[in-house]
């Protein structure tokens, strides 16, 4: 992270003379050459400034190749049910028409309706969007034969590189057989993200894609293609962190980074399988990068949401993973290489005694709206005031594993109606007579 501070990064301006930045030219091309060397395509941009930006330039270099061949009607962008849902926004913002592709019960991409569907749309046929694993936690078995069928009726392949650190160092998206794809070098590669950003999305293409890059009016003002960011190599001043961390990893590092996030997925899968089912699986029994806990089942049998089990988590010192998200009702826990063993147990344990208080409601012990999950999180102000009215203890809400009591986050809010905030709406903004009577004042 030291990189960024230096003013030789920091300050520079983006329009800034090409003999004036000529380090950060080096670091880019440098990073850009590791960047094709790991994904097998030809080329790079660097510069969308999101993994969304991103999908936009790849779609955007997608439909400059074929109207190029002058096949202006190819429009159609299929895509699978599981994808990410900035994909069919994407696509829509390049003007393709969106028809969406089956999964099986596995959650791979159904092959039977993705025949029928390029059968049916092959002259119109623009893309494929896919994302490799599936965001159901699977690698799709027949992902080549998807890029082969798509290919014969001469539409490309638009990989989601979403979750490319499931592929570094084992297969990459050429091998697979995509055209274009997005990386995340604020997943995959290092940067952090949260919070907002900043992110950096460059997108990598095959050769016959490389004259629809993303271009500038200042590089090539008659290029095909235009910007999709304001500066010609977007997020510039961050991509010193991935430059470092693919120096030091080095190639071993990279698939190993890539193994432990498969591994520690797969450890999460078996050790709460018994507590909440996996959804999806391969035919071994394992899973990609993520997996898909079904919490429906509690929630079918006695009442539990997947929004009880995420409050309640809080209460265990984590934010809750994704929710009900691609599959409604469910948890997706993708853990990614950073997790350390004890970290992974820690979470493993909590969703493990959180299953065992929802035993308590369904041995009749206590009911749904009266058990400690309902009424999740428990903030310092609700443990410790005088009158204690629960039908179970201070020392379950607040402590239900020992290892809380030492050290425990306290949230600053308790439970929230989360559906009732979203439909009303509330300013809390002082009112605009306030401004001006604050304005004549000065």
């Not at 690698?139 to 080549?144: A, G, L, P």
């Not at 078996?270 to 699986?281: N, Q």
Request: with cysteine.
């Amino acid at each position: 992270m030291t990189p960024v501070t230096w003013p030789e990064f920091a300050n520079i301006h983006p329009f800034s003379p090409a003999d004036q930045r000529a380090g950060y030219t080096e670091m880019m091309a440098q990073l850009s050459e590791w960047l094709s060397e790991i994904t097998d395509y030809a080329g790079i941009s660097l510069q969308p400034n999101s993994g969304a930006q991103g999908e936009y330039a790849g779609l955007l270099a997608i439909q400059g190749y074929h109207i190029a061949r002058g096949d202006t009607h190819r429009t159609i962008c299929l895509v699978p049910s599981s994808a990410h849902g900035t994909n069919p926004a994407s696509a829509q913002m390049v003007g393709l028409d969106v028809v969406v592709i089956q999964c099986d019960s596995q959650g791979n991409i159904d092959m039977a309706d993705l025949a029928a569907k390029v059968e049916q749309y092959s002259d119109r046929l623009s893309c494929l969007m896919i994302t490799y694993p599936s965001t159901h936690g699977v690698f799709e078995t027949e992902v080549q034969a998807a890029c082969d069928l798509v290919h014969q009726h001469g539409g490309q392949i638009y990989l989601d590189g979403a979750n490319l650190n499931a592929q570094v160092g084992l297969t990459s998206p050429g091998i697979i057989g995509s055209d274009v794809s997005h990386l995340n070098l604020h997943k995959t590669f290092c940067i952090p993200h949260g919070g907002g950003g900043p992110g950096v999305g460059p997108i990598g293409v095959a050769e016959h894609l490389l004259p629809y890059m993303p271009s500038h009016p200042l590089l090539d003002p008659d290029a095909p293609v235009g910007p999709v960011s304001a500066a010609p190599f977007g997020s510039a001043m961050i991509l010193p962190i991935s430059w470092m961390y693919i120096r030091m990893m080095g190639p071993d590092g990279l698939t190993q980074a890539t193994e432990n996030a498969i591994l520690a997925a797969n450890y999460i899968a078996k050790r709460v399988k018994d507590a909440f089912p996996v959804l999806y699986t391969d035919a071994r029994g394992f899973v990609a990068h993520e997996c898909i806990l079904d919490t429906r089942v509690v929630k079918d049998a006695v009442g539990v949401t997947v929004d009880d089990i995420a409050k309640r988590l809080i209460d265990y010192g984590f934010h809750a993973p994704t929710m009900s998200w691609p599959v409604a009702g469910t948890m997706m826990i993708e853990p990614t290489e950073s997790e350390s063993l004890a970290e992974l147990d820690r979470f493993c344990d909590a969703m493990i005694a959180i299953r065992a208080e929802i035993a308590e409601i369904e041995a009749g012990r206590v009911s749904a709206d009266d058990s400690v999950l309902r009424h999740a999180p428990y903030t310092v102000e609700a443990v410790t005031q005088e009158v204690w009215e629960r039908p179970f203890s201070r020392t379950q809400a607040a402590f239900p594993v020992a290892a809380l009591k030492t050290d425990r986050y306290w949230p600053p809010v308790g439970r929230i109606d989360n559906v009732f905030g979203d439909r009303n709406l509330v300013c809390s903004c002082p009112p605009v007579s306030e401004y001006a009577e604050t304005t004549e004042v000065a």
